[in-house]
């Protein structure tokens, strides 16, 4: 059993960049969580995410309504000694995911995916403002990522 390593990017829905990330990466990475994924047509007017060889990719939502692109997503390496659980039961939003990762004999992991996204101009519609309302479970141990679209002059 070896650590499962996890990277998190922004890919500003960009077909190649999603592509580029799985060819690259399968070496390197179990876990990819990403912000603002490509999400499109993927032919016969069906609509989905990128898919690549030997990545399995996790939706936040199931089904994604029409006229949503979802902006978070997940892809996990296909190896037999962890598992992810998407935690529908604690959010269904395109902008937000939770994960569940288990390898026994490690305590379970939440690992969290935020795209932080107002919605109509309301200053109390952030995403993060969902965020910090769910029930986690107290037992065990989150990792919190994302894009917090928080921009500042500096930057």
Do not use: K
């Given at each position: 059993?070896?650590?499962?390593?996890?990277?998190?990017?922004?890919?500003?829905?960009?077909?190649i960049?999603?592509h580029?990330?799985?060819?690259?990466?399968?070496?390197?990475?179990?876990?990819?969580?990403?912000?603002e994924?490509?999400?499109?047509?993927?032919?016969?007017n069906?609509?989905?995410?990128?898919?690549g060889?030997?990545?399995t990719?996790?939706?936040?939502?199931?089904?994604?309504?029409?006229?949503?692109?979802?902006?978070?997503m997940?892809?996990?390496?296909?190896?037999n000694?962890?598992?992810?659980?998407l935690?529908?039961?604690?959010?269904?939003?395109a902008?937000l995911?939770?994960?569940?990762?288990?390898?026994p004999p490690?305590?379970?992991?939440i690992?969290?995916?935020?795209y932080?996204?107002?919605?109509?101009?309301?200053?109390q519609s952030?995403?993060?403002?969902c965020?910090?309302?769910i029930t986690f479970?107290?037992?065990?141990?989150?990792?919190?990522?994302?894009?917090?679209n928080?921009?500042?002059p500096?930057?």
């Amino acid at each position: 059993m070896s650590p499962i390593c996890i990277i998190q990017l922004n890919t500003n829905r960009r077909n190649i960049v999603c592509h580029a990330l799985l060819n690259s990466t399968i070496q390197d990475f179990d876990i990819i969580l990403l912000t603002e994924p490509w999400f499109g047509n993927i032919g016969n007017n069906q609509r989905g995410p990128v898919v690549g060889p030997g990545w399995t990719p996790i939706l936040p939502l199931q089904p994604i309504p029409d006229n949503t692109t979802p902006r978070v997503m997940a892809y996990i390496c296909h190896r037999n000694d962890f598992t992810v659980t998407l935690r529908s039961d604690l959010a269904s939003d395109a902008d937000l995911q939770i994960l569940q990762i288990d390898q026994p004999p490690h305590t379970p992991i939440i690992v969290t995916n935020v795209y932080n996204q107002r919605t109509n101009n309301d200053p109390q519609s952030w995403t993060f403002n969902c965020f910090i309302n769910i029930t986690f479970p107290t037992n065990l141990p989150i990792v919190i990522s994302g894009d917090w679209n928080l921009h500042h002059p500096l930057w």
